[in-house]
């Protein structure tokens, strides 16, 4: 019989995929990522988008991705009904049987989505967000990315 082993997210890097989600809808007009593989060294998120990235946008996405960060803005939760949840967000990668209750998770007033991982107190406790490459095949983008504590560490 296979042992069930619950996978382990990492607070710093699920923050920071929120924080990427929304500088990429802000930046770029687009949805948030449609796959996401999320690990404590390095992660990558997948959008549905039409073109790569140029390099300088790339340093942008970078640069505003850390001036939230640095903002300190405080993560939150709160909890509301499915149907009232259904009017701002979307719902559609809600597991089947998903409870009556959804978690909104609040990045200040940058970022609102329904979520179920482990999230830091405060942005500055992601630290420095630095884009490893991106890639783009056949109308998915591709990004990677990796934290530091500090700017050494990058």
């Known amino acids: 019989m296979a042992e069930h082993v619950e996978k382990q997210f990492d607070p710093r890097m699920h923050s920071a995929e929120h924080i990427v989600n929304q500088t990429m809808i802000r930046v770029f007009h ?6 996401a593989h999320l690990e404590k060294k ?3 998120l997948d959008y549905y988008f039409e073109r790569p990235l140029l390099d300088a946008e790339t340093l942008d996405l970078e640069r505003r991705i850390n001036e939230i960060i640095e903002a300190d803005l405080p993560v ?3 909890f509301m009904a499915k149907a009232e949840a259904h009017r701002d967000f979307n719902l559609d990668r809600l597991p089947e049987g998903a409870s009556d209750t959804i978690r909104i ?8 989505c329904p979520c179920i991982g482990p999230h830091v107190k405060s942005t500055k406790a992601i630290g420095l967000f630095r884009v490893i490459s991106t890639s783009f095949d056949d ?6 990315f990796k934290l530091a504590k500090t700017p050494l560490e990058a």
Request: glycine share 8%; with cysteine; aromatic share 8%.
């Open 30 to 35: 687009c949805n948030r990522c449609f796959s």
């Open 42 to 44: 390095k992660s990558k």
């Open 76 to 78: 939150t939760e709160v």
């Open 105 to 112: 998770i609040r990045i200040g007033d940058y970022d609102a």
């Open 139 to 144: 109308g998915i983008l591709r990004i990677r």
